[in-house]
């Protein structure tokens, strides 16, 4: 299903999450979300006289976007007064922080398609293509089918579990890849973990990348055939730490990562702070997404460039790496005292305009078909390289218990706490990674 997206996008340039767990509606979780969808249609069928208050919340890059995305709302809804605060809040941590306290929470927020499973068997997302909605994009001009439509199928797909549509899709192709300073590295170089780190050690440079996180570690499994898995009740499967579909050991796997993370010219970057790291020039490459094509250009001028995730050496032989892939998406808090207007402008910021915008600015791949064929993303070098990994990239469906353990098997490889030579400690600290992701839920 990612590739219909890609489709999309090759034939506009005329070159070359989806989640599938299940888990129970928020409309069987919560008395409180049922009564708000039913009061949907009044708090935004006519004009108030007080204004209405919302609160939106984004990414800390997304704040000036927001803030034109909700001047915009406010003007095509001039009949009606607002009150709305713009907040920051990761799409990477949107769930974590919404489930302390859901009513507490935004009314409307972004967050990535790896989170939706969680969000709605906790009840926290409305339904926005329920019978108690359906009513309001009339408003907008619009209905939901409209809506579904103006997407790519897939984003729609990766928006929905059992039929249900629980946000409303943003971006795609939210993965990561290779930014290279082709004075460096050349093309043909960037394809292999091998020849980056010689390059950037004639040069004096650093390659980097995030390996404290499940997200990121995973391109290393997901290349020799392993995976992770939801189940009906949230847990997560892994096979990590045994022999993948493909024949390869999970300790190969951590050995081959080792050494990567061993030579001289690999220095691990902390989660969250590869929009820091790329600035202060130590490096000639790093992974990373859509989000840090701005500093990469602004570092690396008219060489800079970007491509799909190199291959690594296991055993002798060239693995490729596969990305965790998946999408953006704006949520409706299911306990949003106005249900309606949150739902309206969540779709404003998921709609052409806005997603548009949303490229021009800060250049995040749209999933809205007509943005799609923005002459400007055709030739878009950090978009083109998501897209490309299409093909290769794995749609990541986890349960909460993954993230930590992961974390932690992370930063044991960044920090040298394993040996490439001690089969033993490896195993053990694999074994203790598959225990605590596949963790029965508290």
Not at 29 to 58: F, M, Q
Not at 196 to 225: C, E, H, Q, R
């Amino acid at each position: 299903m990612r590739k219909k997206i890609l489709s999309v996008l090759l034939c506009a340039t005329m070159v070359t999450t989806m989640m599938t767990g299940c888990g129970s509606s928020s409309d069987d979780k919560s008395a409180n979300s049922k009564n708000a969808s039913s009061d949907a249609s009044s708090d935004s069928g006519s004009e108030s006289s007080g204004p209405i208050k919302l609160t939106v919340w984004g990414a800390e890059g997304d704040q000036d976007f927001l803030k034109g995305v909700v001047e915009n709302f406010k003007n095509a809804y001039s009949d009606q007064k607002f009150d709305i605060e713009i907040g920051v809040e990761s799409e990477s941590t949107a769930k974590d922080t919404v489930l302390k306290d859901i009513e507490a929470a935004a009314d409307v927020y972004s967050f990535a398609s790896d989170q939706l499973a969680d969000l709605v068997r906790a009840g926290a997302l409305a339904n926005v293509d329920s019978d108690e909605l359906s009513s309001i994009y009339s408003k907008a001009n619009k209905t939901i089918d409209d809506i579904k439509s103006a997407n790519v199928d897939d984003s729609i797909e990766a928006s929905s579990i059992d039929g249900k549509m629980y946000a409303f899709p943003t971006s795609g192709a939210n993965t990561y890849f290779l930014y290279y300073d082709k004075s460096v590295i050349s093309e043909k170089d960037a394809a292999k973990w091998d020849t980056i780190l010689a390059d950037a050690k004639k040069a004096g440079k650093k390659v980097g990348m995030t390996l404290n996180s499940g997200w990121y570690n995973a391109s290393f499994f997901y290349g020799a055939g392993f995976t992770t898995g939801l189940n009906e009740d949230g847990t997560t499967t892994m096979d990590w730490n045994g022999t993948s579909a493909d024949g390869i050991k999970g300790t190969d796997v951590v050995k081959a990562m080792l050494d990567i993370t061993s030579n001289p010219s690999f220095k691990p970057i902390a989660d969250g702070k590869i929009s820091d790291s790329i600035p202060t020039g130590d490096y000639c490459a790093v992974i990373s997404g859509t989000w840090d094509s701005q500093n990469a250009q602004k570092v690396w001028g008219k060489n800079y460039a970007a491509i799909k995730l190199p291959t690594y050496t296991l055993n002798g032989k060239q693995i490729q790496m596969k990305p965790a892939y998946g999408y953006k998406m704006e949520a409706v808090n299911a306990y949003s005292k106005n249900l309606g207007w949150a739902t309206l402008l969540a779709e404003y910021i998921s709609n052409e305009e806005s997603q548009t915008a949303h490229f021009d600015q800060v250049e995040t791949p749209p999933t809205n078909k007509k943005s799609l064929e923005s002459d400007a993303l055709k030739s878009n070098k950090a978009v083109l390289a998501a897209t490309s990994e299409g093909d290769i990239g794995v749609i990541q469906s986890v349960g909460g218990k993954y993230w930590d353990p992961t974390k932690t098997f992370g930063e044991m490889i960044a920090k040298h706490k394993l040996s490439a030579t001690d089969d033993k400690a490896i195993q053990k600290a694999l074994d203790n990674l598959v225990s605590g992701v596949t963790a029965s839920l508290d």
